[in-house]
């Protein structure tokens, strides 16, 4: 969002009339050019220049008389209007100084949220396909109903939706076993899967015959 500093046309008239009569241009007592004139000089409207004749009749620096135009009244007063002006205009710009700020502010933390999620889902992808897989290892008990059948009889991974990545037997690991490779009572069958299909996969090893 953009901020300007820059203050209504009336103010900034108002204030540059005060400056002329500071300045000595319009001595205290003095009547004003009339407002169609002040229009076509500061070339705005004569609208303007009632709203700026007002402002300044309000801080006591001109005195708008009805029929009989407006005169200086303190010089004293339009030094004080210009000083609280320029401060004005100072708290004005520190003001959309802090508004450009904040909206840069705003720019870099959605710009560091986006970065912080690409930075998780690459994390997360790359932890997906480094990451060995967890395994679990059922040891098959005697009188089991798996014994003497093989994995494709058993239809394993359909029944379960774990694979079989090894079955432990005599010290020795039968890694990637295929669909003929009978199971035995003390076997340890090497499955990864889900918590639940693990579980599936416990149930139907340690069923009895």
């Keep these: 969002m953009k901020h300007s500093s820059e203050p209504p046309r009336y103010l900034a008239v108002a204030v540059d009339i005060a400056r002329r009569v500071s300045a000595g241009e319009f001595g205290e007592g003095q009547s004003l050019p009339g407002n169609s004139l002040l229009a076509s000089q500061y070339e705005t409207s004569p609208e303007t220049i009632r709203r700026s004749l007002g402002l300044l009749a309000e801080m006591g620096v001109v005195e708008v008389r009805p029929q009989s135009g407006t005169r200086v009244v303190s010089v004293d007063s339009a030094d004080e209007y210009i000083s609280y002006f320029e401060k004005d205009v100072e708290v004005r710009k520190t003001y959309d100084k802090i508004c450009d700020l904040m909206h840069e502010y705003d720019k870099l933390n959605k710009a560091m949220m986006k970065a912080i999620d690409t930075f998780a889902d ?31 009889d058993l239809k394993f991974w359909g029944v379960t939706g774990c694979t079989i990545v090894a079955v432990e037997r005599g010290g020795e690991a039968i890694v990637s076993p295929g669909p003929y490779e009978q199971l035995a009572a003390g076997d340890g069958v090497l499955v990864v899967g889900p918590p639940s299909c693990v579980e599936r996969a416990t149930r139907m090893i340690e069923e009895q015959a």
């Excluded at 994390?123 to 679990?136: D, E, G, K, Q, T």
């Design 122 to 152: 690459r994390r997360m992808s790359m932890i997906s396909v480094n990451a060995p897989l967890p395994n679990y290892k059922i040891i098959i008990p005697e009188g089991s109903a798996v014994i003497g059948k093989s994995i494709g």
